[in-house]
């Protein structure tokens, strides 16, 4: 089995990066998916104030076709900057009107201090262990500290509920974007998506090691990427244990391994499962991911309709985790199957643990390739946390980049996805044979299995190629899923297992709140298309198949770009 020596992030300087943009007035809407770097434009206008479907008809009608109707992207945008929390509201749902049953806001504070990292010296660097490998001691010493939290007064920021009321706020649009109030602010399904809940991890583990004053506590991973800890770990399965919350699955407990392709029906087979997962782990962490933005996700900026699209790991093994932990019982998926909810179970901080883990595991195994945006809308985007003294800080994202510098590493573990490359059961498929019942009409509804022609406008030397599936529609508060297939022989491909056809998919936890989002995902092809031996073909056939809530799911269209 393989398992890597991480080297460290090599940070860049950004000292010329640090001109602060003055906010004056109402900012131009910035169209999501453009991003200021000349080699990465891509062109689709997205603009989110614009009724896309006409656009999207053209796009289906045209599939493959990279002339598109463009409209050249502003010189800059504004970074997403730290909510104003005195304009935290209830919500609204945006289908009814109705305010939320739910209020998350923080309690307010006006004093803001822009963090800085603490100089962690040796002795207090905290070591983030395994939850399946972690001693009694240790787990003892989480379950004192998590009960110390919880036992916090109701308005204190640091209290447990208030802790999992962060994650609401942030993510079930109760804050206006500073600078933008016509926009809601939403940190997932973005490029925010890890260095948000890294900062917000790095919070929570500094309030609890303060409780217990102990500097080098290190919250625990769990390590479902790997098949000796896929199962929920033993320390949250512990009723009247502090960590243990009975909203969830109860045909998802220990010892079954945890299904990263979760779809609402339970697999219930480890021989199944965990092969299956280890082609999707390999998938989000190599094989899907050409370029950065595969990886972290679409770009986002005061002035981006929230939800532009998602990285490989949130919308894949991320995503099914929440839904697969959740319980079918509560209305909502409550607590892990939704946004709202999701925190207020333990497991959480270690679901997102290993979340961050494999983003330094990804970090490591880039080499020389970029690692990060030198994007400065990315880098200098901040947020708002209370920091283990209840204060109010302001962080940005381009302070976590370096694991070292945050005080924190991973106890290492074998990576056993990374020699996992799924080999071509027919070299050579015969797409035209199969190109009976193929749709072109944009936007499609999901709820059956959809299968396209997508032409190669031929790919240029050194570019990447990536198929990208754009408009997709969803209802928020629906949990979705579908994956994607290339050259599959099968009509209603199945398996993923193993499987050099499957080249993703998109899946989505839902929020409290119910609006339509159109988002879209890229799936890089370059392996795939080697392991079929298809590379010299000039379109290949895409199959999209419906996994949850298909009804709910519209596709705007299906095309290959290069990067
Ligand atoms: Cu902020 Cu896993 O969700």
């Not at 939290?149 to 920021?157: F, I, Q, R, S, Y």
């Not at 800890?229 to 945890?258: C, W």
């Not at 936007?443 to 599936?469: A, F, N, T």
């Amino acid at each position: 089995m393989a398992s890597l020596p991480l080297p460290l992030p090599t940070i860049s300087s950004h000292s010329h990066l640090t001109l602060r943009r003055k906010l004056t007035g109402k900012p131009p809407h910035i169209p999501s998916g453009v991003t200021c770097n000349a080699e990465n434009v891509e062109k689709t206008p997205q603009h989110p104030k614009l009724d896309r479907r006409n656009l999207l008809l053209n796009i289906g009608g045209l599939y493959g076709a990279t002339n598109l109707i463009t409209t050249p992207p502003p010189a800059s945008a504004t970074p997403i900057s730290s909510p104003d929390l005195s304009t935290c509201s209830q919500g609204t749902n945006l289908n009814t009107q109705q305010p939320l049953d739910v209020n998350c806001c923080p309690p307010f504070s006006d004093k803001i201090i822009d963090y800085k990292l603490p100089h962690t010296s040796h002795h207090h660097r905290r070591l983030r262990p395994a939850a399946h490998l972690a001693s009694k001691e240790y787990i003892a010493k989480y379950e004192r500290a998590t009960a110390l939290m919880k036992a916090l007064p109701d308005d204190d920021p640091r209290n447990f509920m208030q802790q999992a009321n962060v994650h609401c706020a942030y993510c079930n649009l109760t804050y206006d974007q500073t600078g933008d109030e016509s926009e809601k602010l939403q940190i997932h399904n973005c490029w925010h998506f890890f260095p948000w809940h890294r900062w917000y991890l790095y919070f929570y583990e500094r309030i609890l090691g303060k409780l217990i004053d102990d500097p080098t506590f290190a919250i625990p991973y769990w390590n479902w990427d790997n098949p000796d800890g896929m199962a929920i770990p033993a320390m949250f399965v512990k009723e009247n244990s502090p960590l243990y919350d009975e909203r969830r699955n109860q045909t998802h407990l220990p010892p079954t391994p945890a299904d990263l392709l979760y779809s609402s029906t339970s697999k219930t087979d480890p021989n199944i499962i965990i092969p299956t997962n280890l082609t999707e782990m390999y998938g989000e962490m190599v094989r899907n991911v050409s370029n950065i933005e595969d990886f972290y996700g679409a770009k986002y900026v005061v002035g981006t309709a929230p939800d532009p699209g998602p990285g490989t790991v949130e919308r894949g093994s991320h995503t099914a985790l929440h839904a697969w932990v959740g319980d079918p019982r509560s209305p909502a998926g409550e607590d892990m199957g939704n946004f709202y909810s999701t925190a207020r179970d333990p497991i959480f901080y270690s679901l997102h643990a290993n979340v961050d883990r494999l983003w330094s595991v990804w970090r490591g195994l880039r080499g020389h390739r970029p690692k990060e945006f030198e994007d400065e809308d990315w880098l200098e985007a901040s947020f708002v946390f209370y920091d283990e003294n209840a204060q109010l800080v302001r962080v940005r994202v381009k302070d976590t980049l370096e694991d070292e510098k945050m005080g924190f590493s991973y106890q290492k573990v074998d990576l056993p996805w990374l020699d996992k490359r799924p080999k071509a059961r027919v070299r050579r498929s015969r797409i035209a044979s199969k190109a009976v019942g193929v749709s072109n009409v944009f936007p499609v509804k999901l709820d059956k299995v959809v299968r396209v022609l997508v032409e190669r406008p031929k790919r240029k030397k050194g570019e990447e190629e990536l198929l990208v599936i754009e408009g997709i529609e969803v209802d928020t508060s629906k949990f979705v899923r579908f994956e994607v297939f290339v050259n599959d022989e099968d009509d209603e491909p199945g398996e993923v297992k193993e499987r050099a056809e499957y080249a993703g998919g998109y899946s989505q936890v839902p929020h409290k709140n119910s609006t339509k989002v159109k988002s879209k995902i890229r799936l890089g092809l370059r392996e795939l298309l080697e392991d079929l031996d298809v590379e010299d073909d000039d379109k290949i056939l895409v199959t999209l198949v419906p996994r949850a809530g298909g009804e709910d799911i519209t596709i705007g269209g299906v095309k290959i770009i290069y990067v």
